[in-house]
């Protein structure tokens, strides 16, 4: 199998520079993207964050993840697997349940993250964003990032 295998990796690395020049794996558009909003009176949510905020394999993921969060005045994470949760290293406050469960209490966020979790929706998208922004300040910001 590896010696298919190898030659149509070769070709695929050759190739997608022409058909696509610059693509960059999406978790360094995430990155840039956290690094655009969050700022010294950010207060976000992750919804579905998971155990880490970027992957290991990016260089300096732990350094860079530590910088995000040190910088936002709260950094919040959501995610229904509380083992995940335990094992975040950067976020401190961590609430495990679903994107369904509502906050008793008014919670004033700056702005909320979704990324990979779509498919875990019960209520379509629509209603559901309508839904989080309730939770967040008026002048709130929603971003959604899906590959599937």
Not at 96 to 102: A, H, L, Q
Not at 134 to 140: D, M
């Amino acid at each position: 199998m590896e010696i298919i295998r190898k030659p149509f990796y070769k070709f695929y690395w050759k190739m997608r520079d022409i058909i696509v020049p610059g693509l960059e794996n999406s978790q360094y558009a995430y990155n840039h993207t956290l690094r655009a909003y969050v700022n010294q009176n950010s207060r976000w949510l992750d919804l579905g964050c998971g155990h880490q905020i970027l992957p290991g394999w990016m260089p300096q993921s732990q350094e860079k993840q530590a910088a995000i969060v040190e910088r936002s005045k709260m950094t919040v994470g959501l995610d229904y697997d509380c083992l995940s949760l335990r094992k975040h290293k950067t976020i401190k406050y961590g609430v495990v349940g679903t994107f369904e469960d509502r906050p008793s209490k008014t919670v004033h966020l700056s702005w909320s993250l979704l990324i990979w979790s779509l498919n875990t929706l019960k209520i379509p998208l629509r209603l559901w964003q309508r839904y989080i922004e309730s939770w967040t300040k008026t002048a709130s910001s929603f971003s959604i990032r899906q590959i599937c």
